[in-house]
């Protein structure tokens, strides 16, 4: 009898899942444990170690056996996806048994013929290799870094050559690559990386390969499940109802002596070298204000006289309760009730590193050490280097030029002082003459400058947010209700709705592509920009697809409008800076791009999954057609996760010699993959094809992109803390 109720299918099945589940949960331990005992000790004994290996090398193997007894060969484009996931394991493997790893240091003209591998041991080259030359390349006019450059001989008696080795630009020789990682401080010597994997990374990358094809066919497959659910007869349309725009007002009251704003807007118009990058002196008023006040105009004075205000009528501002302070221990050792300080409040008594920041912020102002608005050029570097009336500055650039600097900006505040705004327009126009003549050559242009500009009076997405949060939520709720009650769509409201969306739309469009222009690469560098590309593909993905199925409509403006407040979480939003060498890449855009469209898509699921779970205790054949648009959603988004994974490790690859190094970061968007990708196999889990309990999945699983956006930057760190 016992014999008898014996089922191997089902003991594969729960075998592979059983498995897969235990490695997320080993996953999510390793990188609590990572956070606590270090990198090292988790890399030693969890994701480097044999029973891990052992414990893939199950899954795979079960997998590979219940794939075979379902018959998976007969559907092959299913069967070529699941391959592919095998072939890079066993890349994987080939580098685990094989790979090697290390670092090679050079000093110049002195050859080398070993490096350093991963585990502290020296290992030879059948060659050698010498380092010609290094030099750090500059953003024009700045001293902030755009590549590393390494000139390098590799030297064999059988073959060498001469190469050039810098950041996202690699040497390959004999099966080894070089990338570059570091360099000595004198300039004298480079650190190199050292990879030895050439059978690993082959696999690897051909499993990429086959993913990528298989995915793409999937969807165009006529029998997939995909194209099954795009024919479900619970696809009929609905709709969103209502909407509430809220009135935005703000009060005026007496501030503090500051310069008209025709004065301000000249001020604003010298350029300044800020931040590692030359920009208009606007961008630094927008961030002092923002960054004192968390607002981007104190009372009725814009930014630009905000940071006349205090540089040059300090007086009258040092006593205005501005400063927002957001620790309340800080409040407490300041001795203030609301959240606002004076700069009189601040006494001998230590604050947050936060709080300290604001009160020297103001006092780098106030004494004009942040206004490097003065450019001349060095003579010893070749390079043109930008001052402030505080610099030291050196002898060679004349006395003429040097009293020029230390004391325009003192004449400028006594002609602020006397009202003699004529006069102090002249000698800022006068300055921005000076800036002209010394640095023509890396001025950014007119047209970029009027650019930056616009773009700092213009962008303003924390009203929008609010604003598309209240429509959002007020349809998301009506919505509910009328499908509850049977209630006919209201046509009209729905065209209101898809014109606001398409509003916005176009206000983001406009912004990104501003931002873009300005900083000289795709809005894909760090939180701010990712949080505003989620928004942006919300807005698209929704105005694309509502008609399918209208409540798409308040799940949009849920979904935008919570991406842009998010990515105004912090002080300020991000000054726009020059990007790291690492990450001047296309990969990383589209990498970025990927992974922004597959968590779009994973909070349009789990905003469906709370109204589903409602709709299900009053209304099944709604919850029914939740559930349907959900999993639309599940195939694409699951691709494009994985697509951008593996795109991110192809530029790793590219940049750092490993296309995977278990950091926190890369690790949950694994874990975030393999969560989702059981709802994918709903035959396999026939109790995930009941609506309340996908809808319960889809919110419980969004969890997982939370951790792995938000949880690792701010909890568990790691490489990809910049994102």
């Not at 997320?24 to 390793?30: E, K, L, P």
């Not at 670092?103 to 010609?132: A, I, K, M």
């Not at 993913?211 to 995909?226: N, T, V």
């Not at 099944?620 to 559930?627: C, F, I, M, V, Y």
Request: charged content about 15%; overall charge positive.
């Amino acid at each position: 009898m016992l014999f008898a109720t014996f089922n191997p299918m089902k003991v594969l099945k729960y075998t592979s899942f059983g498995l897969l589940a235990l490695l997320i949960a080993i996953m999510v331990t390793a990188t609590v444990a990572e956070k606590i005992y270090g990198s090292r000790i988790v890399s030693q004994y969890v994701y480097h170690s044999w029973w891990f290996v052992a414990l893939w090398a199950a899954t795979a193997l079960s997998a590979s056996i219940f794939m075979f007894r379902q018959k998976l060969y007969r559907k092959p484009f299913a069967l070529a996806l699941h391959a592919s996931f095998l072939l890079i394991l066993l890349g994987a493997f080939v580098t685990w048994i094989s790979g090697k790893q290390g670092y090679l240091h050079l000093r110049l003209d002195t050859p080398v013929n070993y490096f350093e591998n991963s585990e502290g041991h020296v290992e030879f080259f059948p060659f050698s290799v010498r380092l010609n030359a290094f030099q750090v390349e500059h953003y024009p006019g700045t001293q902030t870094p755009i590549d590393y450059v390494s000139e390098v001989s590799v030297l064999s008696p059988r073959d060498s050559l001469c190469a050039t080795i810098s950041m996202n630009h690699i040497l390959k020789f004999r099966g080894y690559r070089f990338y570059q990682a570091s360099y000595d401080a004198d300039l004298g010597g480079s650190t190199l990386s050292v990879s030895h994997d050439p059978w690993g990374i082959r696999l690897t990358y051909a499993g990429y390969l086959l993913l990528l094809l298989s995915m793409i066919a999937f969807f165009f497959d006529h029998d997939s499940a995909f194209r099954k659910l795009l024919r479900h007869p619970a696809l009929r349309k609905t709709v969103c109802i209502a909407a509430l725009l809220p009135a935005l007002s703000y009060g005026f009251a007496a501030t503090p002596t500051a310069p008209p704003a025709q004065v301000a807007h000249e001020f604003g118009n010298l350029h300044v070298y800020y931040n590692g990058r030359i920009c208009p002196l606007s961008t630094l008023a927008q961030d002092f204000c923002l960054k004192i006040t968390k607002k981007h105009h104190y009372r009725n004075i814009d930014a630009e006289q905000f940071l006349c205000g205090w540089t040059f009528f300090y007086d009258t501002w040092k006593e205005e309760p501005l400063i927002y302070i957001k620790s309340k221990q800080d409040r407490k050792i300041l001795g203030i009730e609301g959240k606002r300080a004076r700069l009189s409040d601040l006494g001998a008594a230590p604050l947050s590193p936060r709080s300290e920041e604001s009160f020297a912020l103001l006092d780098m102002v106030a004494n004009q050490g942040l206004f490097r608005i003065f450019p001349y050029f060095d003579s010893t570097l070749q390079t043109i280097r930008w001052a402030s009336p505080l610099d030291r500055l050196p002898a060679y650039i004349g006395q003429d030029t040097a009293m020029f600097i230390r004391l325009s900006l003192n004449y400028l505040n006594e002609l602020l002082q006397q009202r003699d705004y004529e006069n102090a327009i002249a000698l800022i126009r006068k300055i921005g003459v000076w800036q002209e003549r010394q640095a023509t050559q890396v001025l950014p242009s007119k047209a970029r400058f009027a650019a930056e500009k616009f773009y700092n009076n213009t962008n303003r997405p924390l009203p929008v947010a609010i604003i598309f949060i209240l429509i959002g939520f007020a349809a998301f709720i009506a919505y509910c209700r009328r499908m509850a009650a049977h209630r006919e769509p209201n046509h009209r409201l729905e065209q209101l709705l898809s014109a606001l969306l398409c509003a916005g739309l176009v206000y983001l469009s406009c912004m990104l592509a501003v931002r873009a222009w300005v900083c000289g690469h795709l809005p894909f560098s760090n939180g701010y920009e990712t949080m505003q590309m989620i928004a942006w593909f919300a807005l698209l993905a929704t105005l694309l697809f509502y008609r399918r199925t209208d409540f798409l409509l308040p799940l949009g403006f849920l979904v935008s409008g919570l991406a842009m407040m998010v990515s105004m979480m912090g002080s300020s939003n991000p000054q726009i800076t020059p990007l790291m060498p690492v990450l001047s890449s296309p990969l990383l855009s589209i990498h970025v791009m990927l992974v922004m469209v597959s968590y779009t898509l994973f909070a349009f699921m789990m905003l469906n999954g709370f109204a589903g779970l409602w709709l299900n205790l009053r209304h099944k054949d709604a919850a029914l057609r939740l559930s349907v648009v959900s999993r639309l959603m599940l195939y694409p988004a699951v691709c494009t996760l994985a697509a951008g994974i593996f795109v991110g490790a192809v530029w790793a690859n590219v940049s750092w010699g490993r296309y995977w190094g278990w950091d926190p970061k890369e690790v949950w968007a694994l874990i975030t993959l393999l969560v989702y990708s059981f709802a994918l196999h709903e035959k396999s889990l026939p109790c995930l094809n009941r609506p309340a309990l996908f809808h319960a999945f889809a919110i419980a699983a969004f969890l997982c992109v939370l951790i792995t956006y938000f949880g690792v930057n701010f909890l568990l760190g790691g490489m990809h803390g910049y994102v």
